[in-house]
């Protein structure tokens, strides 16, 4: 089946610090992927995605995402943490769904980042 | 320009009863989206729409039935609102469907901030 998965539920790291959040994906073909990040009582809001190209995208608020296709891995990284960077992160992958295509959602990482 | 706009914020309803969610987008979008979202498990796709006069069924469809009689907005109903339809609804909007021209850097969705719908 194809999937998405985020191995943690919540990840803490202090200011200044640099940060990872894990994304791993199973999908046929080649894989489409997105980073969102949800504020407190607000919609998702889009970070970044890989299509094709390097594997290295960046993205919004000086996020990053490294794509590796052997670990089939989407993980995303900042390189010093901001308190405002405190947030729910959702991996993302396009799959087949009929004649068009959907998102598929991981669980979501939530992030905090302590001063 | 107020993007992806949902009414209403919050709705508390008893099992049994109906109501309607209005999602509506002023960017001029193609494809819109109903998603739910459940602890622990992200967003799950309920409906969509690929145009004016269209919708097609999600992951998650059952016990809910959409409109999109103009462009701009996308209803949800819920005939008879059930304990397990208790979540926080999203609604996005984007200008190409996600397989459309994947590379084109206006397919990404924008999301409205939510209606938080409590079921008795």
Known sequence: ???????????????GN?????????????????????????????????????????????FEAEFNKSQTSFHLKKPSALVSDSAL?????????DSSYKLIFGSGTRLLVRP | N???T?????????????????????MNHEYMYWYRQDPGM????????????????????????????????????LESAAPSQTSVYF???SYMGPGQ??????NEQFFGPGTRLTVL
């Open chain 1, 1 to 15: 089946a194809q999937s998405v998965a985020q191995p943690e539920d919540q990840v803490n790291v202090a200011e």
């Open chain 2, 42 to 77: 992200g967003l799950r796709l309920i409906h969509y729409s690929v145009g004016e006069g269209t919708t097609a069924k999600g992951e998650v469809p059952d016990g809910y039935n959409v409109s999109r009689l103009k462009k701009q907005n996308f209803l949800l109903g």
């Open chain 1, 89 to 97: 992160y959702f991996c993302a992958v396009r799959v087949r769904m």
């Open chain 1, 18 to 62: 640099p940060l990872t959040v894990k994304c791993t994906y199973s999908v046929s073909g080649n894989p489409y992927l997105f980073w969102y990040v949800q504020y407190p009582n607000r919609g998702l809001q889009f970070l970044l995605k890989y299509i094709t190209g390097d594997n290295l995208v960046k993205g919004s608020y000086g």
């Open chain 2, 91 to 93: 609604c996005a909007s």
């Open chain 2, 6 to 26: 949902q009414t209403p914020k919050f709705r508390v309803l008893k099992t049994g009863q109906s109501m309607t969610l209005l999602c509506a987008q002023d």
């Open chain 2, 2 to 4: 107020a993007g992806v």
């Open chain 2, 101 to 106: 021209g994947a590379t084109n850097p206006y």
